[in-house]
């Protein structure tokens, strides 16, 4: 994952368009026109690649003389060419390059392959960055650049749009145009062969020219790479995205779960905001440039009459939205205000002969309640008050507030002259109630999505002890004797290893005494039968009620058994109770591995409670207990429960996931869980049927087999220092205020040091960059102290920013104004040695300035050779932290 050379392409100072001579292209002639269109205000060349003859020495494919070195070309040509065109412009300079479309019903698959191999071949000497092939083009409307066959004009914005769709991206460009909106950059991605989508958010994430992004997709082939770029991008910008391929093909018919859940999981566990259909797609585009920050989750509602604000409160609860409250200062105000003699409430119904100036002044008191998070206008055609007049009175009241106000116009001809002045106001405007409660809880997912993005899981338990050492035997055990899954006895040690109880079966050696046992229970119960080998026979009869069912089971269990194991005989009868004393029906919970993002963990109804009205959800591990709770609200279970017994069941239901979630942490061994039958009880769950995999590993996998990776909590230690103890960690989310005094308290000399420019304060985006990051891709360390209240405050700070092969990391350090040569930078920059040195970092690097003589000391001092960098005025600083051999 990099971003290395990235400014090329969306950056250039020079273009070449290299196209066939004896193959005209209209790809070649749109590109060309659009880049004279947009007012490029570098030099844009022409090129010609011609093949040679058969009997001409020298490489297949000769390319014309360039007039100056393209930062950027734009290639199109046949795709068996793009190799040989490649190698001659890395050689001329040339480091972004986009491969176009090409006919690819003219080649077949393995000369695709084979090209496709030969151009990452071609362009890796020369560190040329390669978008598609058969990419659509990029454009930069701000810098004039257009390289891309786009018919719509496109007008300079906050928005990216990234899509691997031609046909959606010119759908959102024309629909664009159409309402005035405009692009920080449209990217087609094509093949994605060498810049990805990862690659690209990771440009977006950075780019100040970029407010928000929006993303068409259909897979991707690296998740733990998807979703490290994605949580960047997603912590300081909204990003929504549509995603294809919600019919499956690769489903196994057992898997509880689609691989779109799998996505689903992925994105939120990012902060992405998920839309389903075009519609709301551009919808999404009109929002993102429209909409203003949220203040709260509630929605108030106003209407000209009862019935559409009825409409719109009955879709807002039943998509699961919640209505606002006004208070009652603010209802005594509408009463005088409106002399109805309706009942006010929300949503609030204007009477019919509304004025324009009486919807202004109703618009005006709901928006000055405290209690008023977000407020939606729907109204209807009118004799007595022009819908072009009410749109400008409510346009001039939103003017003058910091909260959205969603407009709803619900009719035809009458209404389109109000919802033009609303969107020439910048103000949201909708056709239907249906159309503006989706935008508006659009966005509530959006900041519901960002909470569960900064969740940092630990990698070591915190809230509970597991017995680690127990559990490490139990699969030792299994694995020494090559069993690829654990028996129920293993199964029982391994889950109390971590305080998950399993079910203690009664056993009966009779009829008559199983049924006397499921009188003690309690029906309905599960009957199972025991052989005399002592295996468990894998059919259960479940929810028998009565004796009589009891005995007419166990006769068709006793005839399956011989029937599937001849000569086999039965031992005896285990019975379990079918349902928990809570009345809470069995979950079925487990961990499947997917193939794109690894590891996912499970949870739905069990096959007995089937039916129900909660369904299978899916999350990415690690989790902690608000990502636990969000997945078992989303599984709606025990929503038919009354209140306090729902939220005491959902509590320990979440503890247990996050049980499960820390098993998966520290042992590589189990490959898969499936606990098909589990009850919750308020004192805890229990396992009725647990079926444990695993596997032998060759080494510790410093959780690569998780998408995303946990808090190292591992990291954390004690130091003593100048006659006190600090505690240099990881640096997390919420550290963003500590950090932050820190850097705004350096004084401007050492802020010049550090940031090679004096800086007074950094922006909260980029203080949010800093504490939010990816542990897989970078790591800062704090050292933390705390004042006379007990409050923390961050003492220095030392970072690095890993290269995506391990072979070397970027590092930085400071140390607050105050503390300077007392020997903390020393004890930081000590602790990042050896955690690069834990990773199997090949280098670390840095730089200074030549006046930095505190930071040159340190450095040699560590063993850093210290030399002349490549920008006058700066030190490069280098340490070796693994032979080449290991790096």
């Known amino acids: 994952m990099t971003v290395r050379n990235l400014e090329f392409l969306f950056r250039p100072k020079s273009v070449a368009v290299v196209a066939e001579p004896d193959a005209p292209s209209r790809y070649a002639e749109a590109v060309r026109a659009n880049l004279a269109a947009g007012g490029f205000a570098g030099p844009?060349?022409?090129?010609?690649?011609?093949?040679?003859?058969?009997?001409?020495?020298?490489?297949?494919?000769?390319?014309?003389?360039?007039?100056?070195?393209?930062?950027?070309?734009?290639?199109?040509?046949?795709?068996?060419?793009?190799?040989?065109?490649?190698?001659?412009?890395?050689?001329?300079?040339?480091?972004?390059?986009?491969?176009?479309?090409?006919?690819?019903?003219?080649?077949?698959?393995?000369q695709i392959a084979a090209a496709r191999k030969a151009i990452l071949e071609a362009a890796r000497p020369h560190l040329i960055r390669v978008l598609g092939p058969g990419s659509g083009g990029l454009v930069v409307p701000a810098r004039g650049l257009n390289a891309s066959a786009s018919?719509?004009?496109?007008?300079?914005?906050?928005?990216?749009?990234?899509?691997?769709?031609?046909?959606?991206?010119?759908?959102?460009?024309?629909?664009?145009?159409s309402r005035g909106i405009g692009f920080s950059t449209v990217l087609h991605l094509g093949a994605g062969l060498d810049v990805d989508l990862a690659d690209v958010l990771d440009w977006l994430a950075a780019d100040q020219d970029t407010r928000s992004i929006l993303v068409q997709f259909d897979e991707v082939a690296n998740g733990r790479k998807f979703l490290s770029a994605a949580r960047a991008a997603g912590r300081n910008k909204p990003v929504v995205a549509i995603r294809g391929g919600r019919v499956e093909t690769r489903r196994p018919l057992d898997s509880p779960f689609t691989t779109d859940d799998v996505y689903e999981a992925a994105l939120r566990r990012s902060g992405w905001v998920r839309i389903d259909t075009l519609g709301d797609l551009f919808e999404a585009v009109e929002a993102m440039a429209r909409a203003r920050p949220l203040r709260g989750e509630h929605l108030t509602i106003l209407g000209n009459g009862h019935g559409l604000g009825r409409i719109a409160g009955d879709?807002?609860?039943?998509?699961?939205?919640?209505?606002?409250?006004?208070?009652?200062?603010?209802?005594?105000?509408?009463?005088?205000?409106?002399?109805?003699?309706?009942?006010?409430?929300?949503?609030?119904?204007?009477?019919?002969?509304?004025?324009?100036e009486s919807w202004a002044a109703a618009l005006s008191a709901v928006l000055a309640d405290s209690h008023t998070d977000t407020v939606l206008t729907v109204c209807t055609p009118s004799p007595f008050?022009?819908?072009?007049?009410?749109?400008?009175?409510?346009?001039?009241?939103?003017?003058?507030?910091?909260?959205?106000?969603?407009?709803?116009?619900?009719?035809?001809?009458?209404?389109?002259?109000?919802?033009t002045i609303a969107a020439a106001n910048g103000v949201l405007s909708h056709d239907s109630p249906e159309k503006a409660i989706a935008v508006f809880l659009g966005v509530v997912n959006y900041l519901r999505n960002r909470r569960l993005l900064l969740q940092m899981p630990p990698s070591l338990a915190e809230s509970f002890t597991?017995?680690?050492?127990?559990?490490?035997?139990?699969?030792?055990?299994?694995?020494?004797?090559?069993?690829?899954?654990?028996?129920?006895?293993?199964?029982?040690?391994?889950?109390?290893?971590?305080?998950?109880?399993?079910?203690?079966?009664?056993?009966?050696?009779?009829?008559?005494?199983?049924?006397?046992?499921?009188?003690?229970?309690?029906?309905?119960?599960?009957l199972g039968l025991v052989l005399a080998d002592g295996a468990e026979f894998a059919q259960v009869a479940t929810g028998l009620r009565s004796p009589a069912e009891i005995r007419i089971a166990a006769r068709g269990l006793r005839s399956s058994a011989r029937a599937q194991r001849p000569g086999s005989r039965v031992s005896r009868y285990r019975l379990r109770s079918s349902v928990a004393r809570s009345g809470a029906p069995a979950v079925r919970l487990g961990v499947a591995d997917d193939p794109v993002f690894g590891l996912v963990i499970f949870l739905g109804p069990a096959s007995a409670a089937r039916g129900r009205v909660y369904r299978v959800v899916v999350a990415l591990p690690p989790l902690n207990l608000v990502l636990a709770h969000d997945l078992v609200a989303r599984s709606r279970f025990g929503e038919a429960m009354p209140e306090d017994d729902q939220v005491a069941l959902q509590a320990v239901l979440s503890n247990a996931l996050v049980r499960l979630s820390?098993?998966?942490?520290?042992?590589?061994?189990?490959?898969?869980?499936?606990?098909?039958?589990?009850?919750?009880?308020?004192?805890?769950?229990?396992?009725?049927?647990a079926h444990i995999g695993v596997g032998k590993v060759a080494h510790r996998s410093e959780l690569r087999r998780f998408a995303i990776r946990p808090y190292p909590k591992e990291l954390e230690q004690q130091v003593d220092w100048d006659g006190r103890t600090l505690l240099?960690?990881?640096?997390?989310?919420?550290?963003?205020?500590?950090?932050?005094?820190?850097?705004?308290?350096?004084?401007?000399?050492?802020?010049?040091?550090?940031?090679?420019?004096?800086?007074?304060?950094?922006?909260?985006?980029r203080l949010a960059r800093f504490t939010q990051i990816d542990y897989d891709r970078e790591m800062a360390l704090v050292a933390i102290d705390h004042d006379c209240d007990g409050v923390e405050r961050s003492l220095g700070?030392?970072?690095?920013?890993?290269?995506?092969?391990?072979?070397?990391?970027?590092?930085?350090?400071?140390?607050?104004?105050?503390?300077?040569?007392?020997?903390?930078?020393?004890?930081?920059?000590?602790?990042?040695?050896?955690?690069?040195?834990?990773?199997?970092?090949?280098?670390?690097?840095?730089e200074t300035m030549d006046g930095n003589l505190r930071m040159q000391r340190l450095a040699k001092s560590l063993g850093f050779t210290v030399t002349t960098g490549n920008d006058r005025g700066i030190l490069d600083l280098r340490l070796v932290l693994q032979s080449s051999e290991k790096a």
């Open 728 to 765: 240099i960690r990881p640096i997390r989310p919420e550290d963003e205020t500590t950090l932050g005094r820190l850097l705004n308290s350096l004084a401007p000399e050492d802020s010049r040091m550090r940031f090679f420019d004096s800086i007074k304060s950094l922006p909260r985006a």
């Open 44 to 110: 844009v060349v022409s090129v010609e690649a011609r093949r040679r003859s058969r009997f001409a020495i020298g490489a297949d494919v000769r390319i014309g003389e360039l007039e100056v070195v393209a930062d950027l070309a734009i290639i199109c040509a046949a795709l068996d060419m793009v190799p040989s065109i490649i190698t001659q412009l890395g050689a001329r300079g040339t480091r972004g390059v986009i491969v176009g479309p090409w006919m690819w019903h003219k080649i077949n698959s393995s």
């Open 315 to 356: 879709t807002l609860l039943r998509s699961g939205g919640q209505l606002g409250s006004l208070s009652p200062d603010t209802l005594k105000h509408l009463d005088e205000l409106l002399q109805t003699r309706s009942p006010l409430a929300n949503p609030l119904a204007l009477p019919p002969d509304v004025r324009p």
């Open 797 to 846: 700070e030392v970072r690095a920013v890993t290269d995506p092969g391990g072979a070397f990391a970027d590092f930085a350090l400071v140390v607050r104004s105050d503390l300077k040569g007392q020997g903390l930078g020393r004890r930081l920059l000590q602790s990042l040695i050896s955690y690069g040195q834990s990773r199997g970092i090949g280098e670390l690097r840095g």
């Open 151 to 177: 018919p719509a004009s496109i007008a300079p914005g906050k928005i990216a749009l990234v899509s691997q769709s031609t046909a959606i991206t010119a759908a959102v460009l024309d629909r664009a145009h």
């Open 466 to 526: 597991p017995d680690i050492g127990a559990a490490r035997s139990v699969i030792k055990e299994a694995i020494d004797v090559g069993a690829a899954a654990l028996s129920a006895r293993q199964a029982r040690r391994l889950l109390e290893a971590y305080g998950i109880a399993v079910a203690e079966y009664p056993l009966a050696g009779s009829i008559a005494t199983a049924i006397l046992a499921a009188d003690e229970i309690g029906y309905p119960v599960d």
């Open 662 to 689: 820390q098993l998966l942490t520290d042992l590589d061994e189990v490959t898969d869980v499936e606990l098909a039958s589990l009850h919750v009880e308020t004192s805890g769950v229990v396992v009725l049927d």
């Open 385 to 419: 008050a022009a819908s072009a007049d009410v749109a400008t009175a409510i346009c001039e009241v939103s003017g003058k507030t910091a909260s959205n106000v969603l407009t709803c116009w619900v009719g035809g001809a009458a209404m389109r002259e109000a919802q």
